[in-house]
């Protein structure tokens, strides 16, 4: 693989564009710095196809990313590699209002051939190629410049290493016939509803309990507030405020700005600057929020209750056992939120009654919740069964497809401490 000099020149730029703009394939990785931003500052880009790999320094001067950017949301020939890609996509986002199409994240990949769950790059990287990364260059800061040989070689790795191992995982997914499982969450990673920061539904990331529309209606418009001054003063959100002391104050709402002192999580300052001032006014002005905005009632036959929850802990026991039987990862086949809701009856609606998840796992989490599937221990071996039919358990796991000899699986800690 050819591997070019830093490139800082749209000529260079324009020219690596035009030839990519023809590959199969290009893996993407960004290097940036956002510990005392709102929005990521963008230092460097990696790509690679699999003939040639380069860096872009987008902050040299001049320098005019729109190939780069053309490339990545308007050329749909070209497939984007990501690994655990979701902050490369909201840089792409915010340069251009758009996400890069047609994508695909190694990450995500994994967990239909493994059960991997948020495998890490190095992990992957080992498991595939047997190679072992430096990471010595991971924690510099990639804004100053100029930058190190180090630096940009540890970059172009990131590149590189995911245009050897993106074709043997695209292998395994065909040889499994599993590539169906992975469209759904290809396109939810390509969705720009994710990476839109519009202040007026900032109030969905904080958590907050009730359906009480005062109270929500106050947080809705402290959260779009803090979005406002955060954005404007290109800060962390959570430099303005805390999610826990947005959802405290949208509770318990502080009569005068005085008694903005007494918040846990403002300075005492906020009794009487500017800041204050304006946050009392929003809340004076917060209306509640209107039925058609608030969150849904609790479906049909929750709560659980204890018997629901002995079901649950049975279907996420089922999970778990039917993961390891396929070798995925758990959290793709069923959430626990998902598991929760059939055990409280609901019937309609779930992701684990619909599509491949339905045959892989929901038709078995059916059987066991309408008691026609048991567990049963046999030769030391957790196993599940039918209650119609024979028991049968074989010497070797014969339904797990045959292995890639390229991957090596390697347990993260949370893996390694659940197999223990």
Not at 130 to 147: C, Y
């Amino acid at each position: 693989m050819k591997i070019h000099e830093l490139i800082t020149t749209t000529k260079a730029l324009r020219d690596l564009c035009d030839r990519l703009s023809t590959a199969d394939f290009v893996c993407v990785d960004t290097e940036f710095m956002r510990e005392s931003t709102y929005w990521p500052e963008l230092c460097l880009i990696q790509i690679a196809d699999d003939k040639e790999a380069a860096a872009i320094d987008p902050m040299a001067p001049g320098i005019d990313m729109t190939p780069l950017l053309d490339l990545m949301v308007n050329n749909e020939d070209v497939l984007k590699i990501f690994h655990a890609g979701g902050q490369d996509v909201e840089i792409i986002y915010n340069l251009t209002g758009k996400t890069p199409h047609p994508i695909f994240d190694t990450q995500i990949a994994m967990m239909a051939i493994s059960q991997s769950e948020q495998i890490g790059y190095s992990n992957l990287v080992e498991s595939w190629l047997g190679l072992v990364i430096d990471k010595g260059a991971r924690f510099t800061d990639w804004s100053r410049r100029p930058l190190t040989e180090r630096q940009i070689e540890y970059a172009i790795g990131d590149v590189t290493h995911l245009a050897q191992i993106f074709p043997k995982i695209l292998k395994r997914l065909i040889k499994t016939g599993r590539g169906e499982w992975l469209n759904a969450e290809m396109e939810k990673l390509a969705d720009p509803e994710h990476y839109r920061n519009d202040p007026s539904t900032a109030w969905h990331r904080i958590k907050a309990a009730g359906r009480n529309p005062a109270m929500l209606g106050r947080l809705k418009a402290i959260a779009a507030w803090r979005e406002v001054e955060a954005q404007g003063k290109n800060i962390p959100r959570g430099r303005i405020a805390r999610d826990e002391t947005i959802a405290d104050i949208a509770s318990h709402p502080p009569k005068t700005q005085g008694d903005l002192a007494k918040v846990r999580g403002l300075s005492a300052g906020w009794k009487d600057n500017d800041i204050g001032r304006r946050l009392m006014q929003v809340l004076a002005e917060a209306e509640p929020l209107p039925d058609s905005e608030l969150p849904p009632k609790a479906p049909r036959g929750a709560p659980l209750g204890k018997e629901g929850a002995l079901v649950a802990d049975l279907l996420k026991l089922l999970l778990k056992i039917r993961a390891r039987e396929i070798d995925a990862a758990a959290r793709l086949l069923a959430r626990s939120e998902e598991l929760e809701l059939l055990a409280a009856g609901v019937r309609t609606g779930l992701p684990i009654l619909e599509g491949w998840r339905y045959g892989v796992f929901g038709r078995e989490a059916l059987d066991l919740v309408e008691g026609k599937l048991a567990f049963a221990v046999v030769k030391g071996r957790l196993k599940m069964t039918h209650a119609d039919e024979p028991l049968v358990i074989s010497d070797a796991a014969d339904e797990t497809p045959e292995a890639d000899p390229d991957f090596h699986p390697i347990l993260t800690d949370e893996a390694a401490a659940e197999e223990e």
